[in-house]
């Protein structure tokens, strides 16, 4: 018998082939993971971005009685999102107060649905009558 024998046995390297081939395959399914996660992180940021942009434009408009008019609608087309769609949404509300006063806002709604997103992007704001 040799008691002093050095190096692996084949049924060691085949074990240890197999803890590497699980360790790699675990490493590249967590990669695959990673990676769906940060293209739906974009998606969702550019869908976000494009909602404020919209949101914006119509609270700078400078002729608040026509907005409703210029921006209620949905669009088919949103730059850096294809197969997307952006719906504005423009309620105006006029509320008599005590007193004779008019209560004069309007409620902005813009939603942005498609495109890989899993759930709407929605985006609202208020703004009162000059």
Known sequence: MLTGRRG???VELMISLVI???AVFGIAASA?????AAGEAEVKALAVQAAEDRLNLVVLDPQYDSIASRYLGTESTVLG????????LIQRYRLLQ???GVLDYTRITV???G???AVPVVRETVVGAP
């Open 115 to 117: 495109a890989g997103l």
């Open 111 to 113: 939603k942005v649905a």
């Open 20 to 22: 590497l081939t699980l």
């Open 32 to 36: 695959g993971r990673l990676g769906g």
């Open 81 to 88: 999102l294809p197969g997307a769609t952006r719906e504005t």
């Open 98 to 100: 005590a007193g004779g």
């Open 8 to 10: 692996f046995t084949l």
